[in-house]
C-alpha cells in the first residue's frame, strides 16, 4: 500500500513538473522569448500566465507534502479515497482514480 502511495505521488509531482514546463514553453512562444531564458517578462494579454502561477504554487505545495511525508495526488469521493493512476491510451498518459 505504502509502495502504491508513493509511485502514485511521484506520478503527480512529474506531471505537475511537466505542466509547468509546457506552460513555460507557451508563454514564451507566445511572446517571442527564448524557452531557455531563466527570467522572463510577459506580456499583459499573454492566454498562459494566469495558469503558471496556480501550477507552480499547486506543484511546490505537493513537493513539499511528499518530502514531509504527506500524500500527494489523493482525492476523496463519497467518502473513498482514490489513489491516482495512470493508464496509457493512444500513446498518451490519461489520469484516473483506483479505489482504496
Known amino acids: 500500500m505504502q509502495e502504491r502511495l508513493n509511485k502514485g505521488g511521484e506520478q503527480y509531482i512529474q ?8 506552460l513555460w514553453r507557451k508563454m514564451c512562444e507566445h511572446d517571442g522569448i527564448d ?3 531563466s527570467f522572463a517578462v510577459f506580456s499583459p494579454d499573454n492566454p498562459y500566465q494566469p495558469f503558471y502561477e ?3 504554487r499547486q506543484l511546490r505545495e505537493a513537493e513539499a507534502d511528499y518530502r514531509n511525508g504527506g500524500y ?5 469521493e463519497g ?9 496509457k491510451k493512444r500513446g498518451k498518459k490519461q489520469k484516473e482514480g483506483n479505489e482504496i
Open 15 to 22: 506531471a505537475g513538473r511537466n505542466t509547468i514546463r509546457a
Open 35 to 37: 524557452p531557455e531564458a
Open 54 to 56: 496556480p501550477a507552480l
Open 72 to 76: 500527494v495526488g489523493l482525492k476523496i
Open 79 to 87: 467518502m473513498r479515497t482514490q489513489l491516482p493512476t495512470f493508464k
